[in-house]
């Protein structure tokens, strides 16, 4: 397989990387835990639009991108992502972003259940609360045959 194959077959997921989150208007699609912030005729802290639901600066979406909006930990549930991704030719996937033990993880782990291959996640391109909290976490995606790289071996490596 050439490099171009390669990467024709690689897509990169960037996790959780707006300011807050992103729900809809009436907070229908927030985690029970989250409702309390959405009551009839106000619009929730974090809906479309809002300053919470903003990417982080620097961060732009640029033309033939796909951003899509998860209203749960993994990028898979109750998403499109995966039929997306298979649609695309998509087989190996290269996750970056927050939070290491919540969204990354779960995004990781469903990943490997749906069979691509290989899973990497950048290592000093994902963060947790903690450095304990996040070792911790690459430790366990180790241990499900995840690759774990720094962004400098990454790029090294001609992965």
Not at 120 to 136: C, G, K
Request: charged fraction near 20%; aromatic fraction near 6%; include cysteine.
């Amino acid at each position: 397989m050439s490099m171009a194959d390669k990467w024709n077959q690689t897509a990169l997921l960037v996790i959780d990387m707006q300011v807050v989150r992103e729900h809809d208007p009436q907070g229908r699609d927030a985690e029970l835990f989250r409702r309390h912030l959405y009551s009839p005729g106000n619009v929730g802290p974090t809906s479309k639009g809002s300053v919470g639901a903003e990417l982080v600066d620097g961060l732009v979406i640029k033309e033939g991108d796909y951003k899509l909006v998860k209203t749960r930990f993994s990028a898979f549930f109750a998403t499109h992502l995966h039929s997306f991704l298979r649609t695309e030719g998509i087989k190996s996937l290269v996750i970056s972003g927050v939070q290491t033990p919540n969204c990354v993880r779960q995004t990781v782990f469903d990943a490997v259940a749906l069979d691509y291959q290989p899973v990497t996640v950048i290592v000093d391109a994902t963060a947790a609360a903690t450095p304990d909290i996040h070792d911790a976490n690459i430790s366990d995606m180790k241990n499900i045959g995840v690759a774990t790289p720094t962004l400098q071996e990454w790029c090294g490596s001609g992965a």
